[in-house]
């Protein structure tokens, strides 16, 4: 996928530049990816886990929003445009185990793998 086509599904990507690997999960799939330190990801980020930093979270990555994680595991977010940004703060960011129990009991199991990541 081409940096344009990213672009035009709201796909940004991320990037990290912690000194530990970061586990991406991709939009619309169940699918992990390693991204080692000083790594991007170009394709879709529907979520991210960072076991070294935060075991036992993920992070809700909302279209139209990419991902840079810093040196020391936190996250800054950028938005392309105000239905970005309003998304990532109202449905966005971390979430343990209750978010991920919640998403199970409605049928949602894509966050499973990302999540067992997270513990590991």
């Known amino acids: 996928m ?24 991709e939009e619309r799939s169940s699918r992990t990816h390693q991204v080692p330190p000083g790594g991007t990801w170009d394709g879709g980020v529907d979520g991210l886990a960072l076991p070294q930093q935060r075991r036992g979270y993920v992070f809700k990555a909302v279209t139209g929003v990419d991902v840079t994680v810093q040196a020391d595991g936190s996250i800054c977010t950028s938005a392309r445009g105000l239905m970005a940004w309003a998304g990532q703060r109202l449905i966005g960011g ?23 990541r997270s513990c590991t």
């Open 2 to 25: 081409t940096d344009g086509e990213n672009m035009e599904n709201g796909w940004l990507g991320m990037t990290n530049n912690s000194p530990y690997p970061v586990y991406v999960k």
């Open 94 to 116: 971390w979430g343990g185990r209750a978010w991920i129990d919640t998403r199970v009991s409605k049928g949602d199991r894509e966050w499973d793998e990302l999540f067992t």
